[in-house]
């Protein structure tokens, strides 16, 4: 795992801040940013599970889906995925069929986590697409969001995404 650099890092705290946003609709306070290969944020977005009802409206999702129409296609070549919670099943296979270059998240999901936790589909050497991962970046602010949001609306323990 490659180690992260100051624009890694910065690219998390745009989606941390994006993240902070989640708990006014009761959506679990996850942030994505997707940006260009010179850095210009092409998207960014926070889970919308609850507020859209849709249960495909994770942060990443929403993002890939904004820098896509930003650029007018699908391939999303030479662009990284920040996020403040690493992907699940679904938001890995989409980064992996958009063709992300990077993908640089906070915290670690040891129940849920498709990048190396508990399952590594983004480097997965059957698909055709494999993208760099950074892991733990402002691993703690990220992880004290989560546990904040799940304390006051869960209570201790509670999990989910």
Same mark, same amino acid.
């Given at each position: 795992?490659?180690?992260?650099?100051?624009?890694?890092?910065?690219?998390?705290?745009?989606?941390?801040?994006?993240?902070?946003?989640?708990p006014?609709?009761?959506?679990?306070?996850?942030?994505?940013?997707?940006?260009?290969?010179?850095?210009?944020?092409?998207?960014?977005?926070?889970?919308?599970?609850?507020?859209?009802?849709?249960?495909?409206?994770?942060?990443?999702?929403?993002?890939?889906?904004?820098?896509?129409?930003?650029?007018?296609?699908?391939?999303?070549?030479?662009?990284?995925?920040?996020?403040? /919670?690493?992907?699940?099943?679904?938001?890995?296979?989409?980064?992996? /069929?958009?063709?992300?270059?990077?993908?640089?998240?906070?915290?670690?999901?040891?129940?849920? #986590?498709?990048?190396?936790?508990?399952?590594?589909?983004?480097r997965?050497?059957?698909?055709?697409?494999?993208?760099?991962?950074?892991?733990?970046?402002?691993?703690?602010?990220? #992880?004290?969001?989560?546990?904040?949001?799940?304390?006051?609306?869960?209570?201790?323990?509670?999990g #989910?995404?």
């Open positions: 795992m490659t180690a992260p650099s100051a624009a890694d890092r910065q690219l998390v705290r745009l989606a941390l801040e994006r993240a902070a946003t989640a006014r609709t009761a959506d679990v306070p996850v942030g994505a940013v997707v940006a260009a290969a010179d850095g210009r944020v092409l998207a960014a977005a926070v889970n919308a599970r609850e507020a859209a009802g849709d249960p495909t409206a994770h942060a990443e999702v929403l993002a890939l889906r904004r820098a896509a129409q930003a650029l007018g296609t699908w391939r999303l070549e030479g662009a990284t995925l920040a996020v403040t /919670l690493e992907p699940c099943t679904m938001c890995a296979g989409a980064l992996v /069929l958009a063709r992300v270059t990077r993908l640089v998240f906070g915290a670690w999901d040891p129940k849920a #986590g498709a990048a190396g936790s508990v399952w590594d589909v983004v997965d050497r059957r698909l055709n697409h494999r993208p760099e991962v950074v892991g733990g970046v402002l691993e703690e602010e990220c #992880g004290q969001l989560l546990r904040t949001f799940f304390a006051g609306h869960r209570g201790p323990g509670a #989910g995404r």
